[in-house]
């Protein structure tokens, strides 16, 4: 049997501690797979002194993951700090620069750095994994870089943040408050380190980042995302869009257009028959609509130590098993140099399905006021419905439900400030867009 492969891991928290655990129990079988043990033998973190369930007798400790990625005793360096910026990006630029193969979960870092990343990495003909960096389990990283190569991506989305999954099924299925969700979400290990990523979009946004530039071959453009999150949702959109035969969920879309490429994050409103519209709690969904293949649902773990670890495992068994000097599968799909530069379609221009709900005084007129606001913008309603769960009393506000034809987004938002300024409204009107998966 070859010599083992040392990897050095940063960052012991839900995910590191889940990989030295499984990497400590299944070394027989991982050594027979690989033809080589895999060996843990550094790691880094904050707190030396924290219980973590692992045992972690003969391995180097560093305070600092970039003196861990500066090790001459490792072969690999594992980045599972998180972050942007800070110990992770510095550690593995450290590791790059030293020549050691990365493996890392860290999306944020990847949507900021990743063509610059992929480039250190292949000047140097070195490994950048990164399949736990989306969707958690789902090996979709590979599915896009090596397996669909030669597609024509017309459309990729799905639901790739496990925490607002949880969030949006508990909520509609036990009626639990949003904060209640939220709170469980990161008891179990599935929240970011700050939860606002999560429920703002901003994760489900570094992800999509990176599936655009996989699929349309364009450079990471996080920047570029029309971003909406989850904490604007109530109960009662929950309960009206199920009235109306649909679910919430938060979507990452990237949608290759006449203009460019729409990237977008935002509640979203998808038929209850469809199958993204049963993936429930912490498992994703992504759907890749190509012209070779047609369209590829993945569903499975999204988060989650042992759902995230699996991925990371994959991950180092591809170094373990890659031969020294061998040309690398490029980082970002194509070589990073290769890339072209990313094209965006304004989202004034995208064309959908809308969902309104408006909550106006009980007057005379309302109903025609929106209905005329709506036709001089060129919208087509599908629907429009006074709510039938109605606040009771003289003058109370009424719900009022719209569910408009494909239509401009310019259009919606131009007819919804219009009906604004009618002043017969309570509160803000909520918009919500509306996705038709292909067939599934
Ligand atoms: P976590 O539980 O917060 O763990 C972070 C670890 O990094 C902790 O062990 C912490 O040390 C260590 N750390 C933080 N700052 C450090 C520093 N400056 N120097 C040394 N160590 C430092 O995070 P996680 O959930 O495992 O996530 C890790 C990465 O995986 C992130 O990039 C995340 O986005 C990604 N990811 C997570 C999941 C998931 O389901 N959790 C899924 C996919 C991807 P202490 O323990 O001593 O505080
Ligand atoms: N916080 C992320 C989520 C972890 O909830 O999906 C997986 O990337």
Redesign the pocket.
């Known amino acids: 049997m070859a010599d083992a492969l040392r990897i050095g891991i940063?960052?012991?928290?839900?995910?590191?501690?889940s990989l030295v655990r499984i990497l400590q129990t299944r070394g027989n079988a991982l050594a027979v797979a690989c033809g080589r043990p895999i060996r843990v033998v550094a790691v880094?973190?904050?707190?030396?002194d924290?219980d973590?369930g692992i045992d972690l007798a003969g391995v180097t400790w560093f305070?600092?993951?970039s003196e861990l990625a500066r090790s001459a005793d490792i072969d690999v360096f594992v980045?599972?700090?998180?972050?942007a910026e800070?110990?992770?990006d510095a550690s593995v630029r450290a590791a790059l620069t030293r020549g050691l193969h990365v493996v890392?979960?860290?999306?944020?870092?990847l949507a900021k750095h990743g063509v610059e990343l992929a480039r250190m990495a292949e000047d140097k003909g070195l490994l950048l994994n990164y399949e736990?960096?989306v969707a958690?389990g789902i090996p979709v990283i590979k599915t896009l870089r090596e397996s669909l190569t030669g597609n024509g991506f017309s459309r990729v989305y799905g639901i790739m943040n496990?925490t607002c999954n949880y969030i949006l099924t508990r909520m509609e299925k036990e009626g639990l408050s949003f904060e209640a969700c939220l709170k469980e979400a990161q008891r179990l290990?599935?929240?970011?380190?700050d939860p606002t990523f999560d429920i703002e979009g901003n994760?489900t946004a570094h992800k999509l980042a990176i599936l655009t530039t996989l699929a349309f071959g364009s450079e990471i453009a996080a920047d570029a995302i029309y971003l909406e999150g989850i904490s604007n949702i109530s109960i009662e959109d929950i309960h009206a869009a199920a009235d109306l035969g649909y679910r919430i969920k938060l979507l990452g879309v990237a949608q290759r257009t006449e203009t460019g490429i729409e990237q977008r994050v935002h509640p979203t409103m998808v038929p209850l028959d469809s199958v993204i519209a049963q993936v429930d709690g912490v498992t994703n969904a992504v759907a890749l609509e190509s012209d070779i293949l047609g369209e590829l649902l993945m569903v499975g773990p999204?988060?989650?130590?042992n759902?995230?670890a699996s991925?990371v495992l994959g991950d180092i068994t591809d170094i373990a098993k890659s031969r020294p000097g061998a040309q690398q599968v490029p980082v970002l799909g194509r070589p990073a140099h290769l890339l072209e530069p990313y094209r965006q379609a304004a989202m004034q221009s995208h064309e959908g399905g809308y969902f309104i709900r408006l909550t106006v005084q009980d007057r005379t007129g309302v109903f025609a006021s929106i209905a005329t606001n709506m036709a001089e913008n060129g919208i087509s309603l599908e629907s429009i419905v006074q709510h039938s769960k109605q606040p009771v009393g003289k003058d109370a506000p009424q719900t009022i439900i719209l569910v408009t034809h494909a239509t401009m987004e310019s259009a919606v938002r131009t007819a919804v400030s219009a009906i604004k300024g009618e002043g017969y409204l309570v509160g803000e009107p909520q918009v919500i867009r509306i996705e038709r998966p292909k067939t599934a």
Do not use: C, H, I, W
């Not at 890392?104 to 870092?109: E, F, R, S």
């Not at 999204?302 to 130590?305: D, L, N, T």
């Open positions: 940063a960052g012991l928290g839900t995910v590191g501690a880094s973190a904050r707190n030396r924290k973590r305070d600092d993951p980045e599972l700090v998180g972050g800070g110990a992770a890392t979960a860290n999306k944020a870092l736990a960096a958690g496990g290990g599935y929240a970011e380190a994760d999204g988060a989650g130590g759902a995230t991925a």
